[in-house]
């Protein structure tokens, strides 16, 4: 399985569930890389069998970009209807604060694509 070094965390929190895909789409665009219906086939297929009380049961997801390169980790709350996530991987200030603000407005806002 494809893994950063875990000691390098850039944001971890919680986003509503249905905020997933922008969020995979926004960090993904953030580092460069193009988040496709494939990509979002496989991390919408995962996501049921995770649990955010279980570590063992999170979802890794690399996002590889021309910018940078992240590992997004996502898991369900039991019972909820959130995701808990980390991102870990090499970032500057400025990616830093903007995948802190991705991940603080998925939180905080019911965000949707205009391009579905």
Known sequence: ?????????????????EN?????????????????DFDWMAVSTALPDTDDEDERRWYS????GA????ELRL??????????FE??????EVLAAQIKL?????AQYVITSRLV
């Open 1 to 17: 399985m494809w893994m950063l070094h875990r000691s390098d965390p850039i944001h971890t929190g919680w986003i509503w569930e």
């Open 20 to 36: 997933t895909r922008v969020l995979c789409e926004v960090l993904a665009w953030l580092v460069g890389y193009t988040f496709d």
């Open 61 to 64: 997801y690399p996002l590889v």
């Open 67 to 70: 910018k940078a390169t992240l």
């Open 75 to 84: 898991a369900q709350a039991v019972g909820g209807c959130e995701l808990s």
């Open 87 to 92: 991102v870990f991987g090499s970032a500057d």
């Open 102 to 106: 991705a991940g603080d407005m998925a």
